[in-house]
């Protein structure tokens, strides 16, 4: 079935840092990818999302590129904040688990001043 | 505007009590989900509905029960032969035809005593 992977954390960066966290998928036909980011005590929030292969999805400074070669979705971020620090979520649907979302574990980032 | 409530954020309860968890969405989408959280885990699917009158078990359904007597609404129900009930319960929403962005409340902390 239908799979997320990401990278284990917690990931612990300095102010300014860069970001990666790389996630990778296993699904049939051309699923979407997304990446949610959880505040502490929150519910998820969309970060970003992307429909197809080689799509970029962007928001608040905040990148990541579709790659199907490589079935990976990796988030990168140029200089991390401490507001950054959170939960991240790398997930998809569309698979042969169409009416569902699949999640991966979830990355702890940890952004100190 | 348009979102999805959960309430109440904090909820206590004694060991053996039945207790029932508010999820409501004015979005008018037609797919809602339950999902388990807890402390530093991803998210477990509980239980998912597509349509009014319908739902179907994720993967953690045992010791639990929902209905869906409206397109807005959702509840979940957390019963006395759930094990281990203390946890995060995150209710979501998406667009049937769009099996795509979930949409997701603050959450309910359930605590049992």
């Known amino acids: 079935g239908d799979s997320v992977t990401q990278m284990e954390g917690p990931v612990t960066l300095s102010e300014e840092a860069f970001l990666t966290i790389n996630c990778t998928y296993t699904?049939?036909?051309?699923?979407?990818l997304f990446w949610y980011v959880q505040y502490p005590g929150e519910g998820l929030q969309l970060l970003l999302k992307a429909t197809k292969a080689d799509d970029k999805g962007s928001n608040k400074g905040f990148e990541a590129t579709y790659r199907k070669e490589t079935t990976s979705f990796h988030l990168e971020k140029g200089s991390v904040q401490v507001s950054d620090s959170a939960v991240y979520f790398c997930?998809?649907?569309?698979?042969?688990?169409?009416?569902?979302?699949?999640f991966g574990p979830g990355t702890s980032l940890s952004v100190i001043p | 505007d348009g979102g999805i409530t959960q309430s109440p954020k904090y909820l206590f309860r004694k060991e053996g009590q039945n207790v029932t968890l508010s999820c409501e969405q004015n979005l008018n989408h037609d797919a809602m989900y339950w999902y388990r959280q807890d402390p530093g885990q991803g998210l477990r699917l509980i239980y998912y509905s597509q349509i009014v009158n319908d739902f179907q078990k994720g993967d953690i359904a045992e010791g639990y029960s929902v209905s869906r007597e409206k397109k807005e609404s959702f509840p979940l129900t957390v019963t006395s032969a759930q094990k281990n009930p203390t946890a995060f319960y995150l209710c979501?929403?998406?667009?049937?035809?769009?099996?795509?962005?979930?949409?997701f409340g603050p959450g309910t902390r359930l605590t049992v005593l």
């Open positions: 979501a929403s998406t667009r049937r035809q769009n099996y795509n962005e979930q949409f």
């Open positions: 997930a998809l649907s569309g698979g042969t688990s169409y009416d569902k979302v699949i």
């Open positions: 699904a049939t036909g051309y699923p979407s």
